[in-house]
């Protein structure tokens, strides 16, 4: 199947610990990305990676790091875990060719720290 | 002020209705524009791009209003199925996109 993957899908994990999320895509696409869902449901973004290049970087925490080995693959690592990582954990990829940038989602990591 | 706002709602319609969600944008170049469906627990998917020429897609209408800088979605003949939450979402200009909170439909037998 063509998509966009993402492993695990839960993660139940206590404050403290370090935990990586890894995301696959065979779409083919050049642009990569993960986004935070929170218990509000807004939808926002954390960072994108542009053929293993590093585009954007939001104000997030530097216990967050993003490591991208290839145009298909795009993990996250996540250091120190607090209360507040709790939230679902969107990997998506975009055809940064046609400029448009229309997003497709993996399936999430729902991310909860105890 | 967010980049992208939409209303929460809930908007509950009985099956068969027309319902329309709009969503207001701030950045004035955005270039292009876009509708997800996002059900309970799962991804947001792709529901269908927003020209500013308008676009359909079966029951789903789509269209740009530049001028006052919103985008609408509007759905006919609502199923049951159709019951989703609709986020809208709208360029940055940094090879992103930026998505509105979601608008959350209950379509009622």
């Known amino acids: 199947d063509t998509a966009v993957s993402q492993t695990p899908k839960y993660l139940v994990t206590q404050m403290g610990n370090d935990k990586s999320i890894k995301c696959e895509q065979n779409l083919g696409h050049d642009t990569m990305y993960w986004y935070k869902q929170d218990s509000k449901k807004f939808l926002k973004i954390m960072f994108s990676y542009n053929n293993k290049e590093l585009i954007i970087n939001e104000t997030v925490p530097n216990r967050f790091s993003p490591k991208s080995p290839d145009k298909a693959h795009l993990n996250l690592h996540i250091n120190s875990l607090e209360l507040g990582d709790s939230a679902v954990y969107f990997c998506?990829?975009?055809?940064?060719?046609?400029?448009?940038?229309?997003?497709?989602f993996g399936p999430g990591t729902r991310l909860t720290v105890t | 002020r967010k980049e992208v706002e939409q209303d929460p709602g809930p908007f509950n319609v009985p099956e068969g209705a027309t319902v329309a969600f709009n969503c207001t944008y701030s950045n004035s170049a955005s270039q292009s524009f876009f509708w997800y469906r996002q059900d309970c627990r799962k991804e947001p998917k792709l529901l269908m791009s927003v020209y500013s020429s308008g676009n359909e897609d079966g029951r789903f209408t789509a269209q740009l209003n530049r001028a006052s800088q919103y985008i609408s979605l509007l759905i006919r003949d609502s199923k049951l199925s159709d019951s989703a939450t609709y986020l809208c979402a709208a360029d940055t200009g940094r090879r992103a996109l930026t998505f509105g909170s979601g608008t959350r439909l209950q379509v009622q037998p």
């Open positions: 998506a990829s975009s055809p940064s060719a046609s400029g448009s940038w229309e997003q497709y």
